[in-house]
């Protein structure tokens, strides 16, 4: 199994708060990935990063920041947790661009 | 702005008969195709692929088939077994683009 951890696994947070999920891999991948996963809609990607400090935008990236400060770490932050946010929130790694993603357990947050 | 759509969100079959799940996608510059597998409380694993100048691939029990012209492709699992009893997701991209794109899932459950 690829080395991707995801912490936390579970959060609850009140609305209007800041919140930091954390992605840590140690496959020394280029690429990584937040993707959020609701019912009905699959997965959606947030951001992505294409390397160190290289990050970009995707499908549904208003309310979120990310950061890539290390290879091995990727941050998603929600600047003010809204209950639209709530979500389980999956990080994934890729080798090269068209490949296969490994993904973590994902975090389940729950914004009140 | 849902490029690829699974219309199933659920299916059964008994064990050992075919499982077949369906896909369809309105992109055409998608060209590469994957199937990822998900357990409760798990992230999606990657199941298996096909790139567009392909009809068909095969590993084990699992093919996918696609058929550009329709935009559609499926997966085959035979004969289904209760340990494949998961949510599928269809996924797409374009080469060089990092937007890997989601279907919504389809539920299989597999009954002994």
């Known amino acids: 199994d690829a080395g991707i951890t995801q912490s936390p696994r579970h959060k609850v947070t009140e609305t209007g708060t800041p919140v930091t999920l954390r992605c840590h891999q140690t496959e020394n991948h280029r690429y990584m990935y937040w993707y959020r996963q609701d019912p009905g809609h699959g997965l959606r990607l947030i951001h992505y990063s294409y390397g160190v400090k290289d990050t970009d935008k995707g499908e549904v990236s208003d309310g979120y920041s990310v950061s890539r400060s290390k290879t091995e770490d990727f941050l998603l932050t929600l600047e003010s947790a809204t209950s639209s946010q709530t979500s389980v929130y999956f990080c994934?790694?890729?080798?090269?661009?068209?490949?296969?993603?490994?993904f973590g357990s994902g975090t389940q947050l729950s914004v009140l | 702005d849902q490029q690829v759509k699974q219309n199933s969100p659920s299916l059964s079959v008994q064990e050992g008969r075919i499982s077949i799940l369906n896909c369809d996608y309105t992109n055409s510059m998608f060209d590469y195709f994957l199937w990822y597998k998900k357990y409760p409380a798990e992230g999606p694993t990657f199941l298996i692929s096909i790139s567009s100048i392909k009809d068909k691939n095969e590993d084990g029990r699992f093919t996918v088939f696609l058929n550009k012209s329709a935009k559609h492709l499926s997966l085959h699992i035979v004969p289904s077994q209760p340990g494949d009893s998961a949510v599928y997701f269809c996924a797409a991209s374009v080469y060089g683009d990092n937007d890997m794109r989601f279907g919504a899932g389809t539920r299989l459950t597999v009954k002994p």
């Open positions: 994934a790694i890729q080798g090269r661009s068209n490949e296969k993603l490994f």
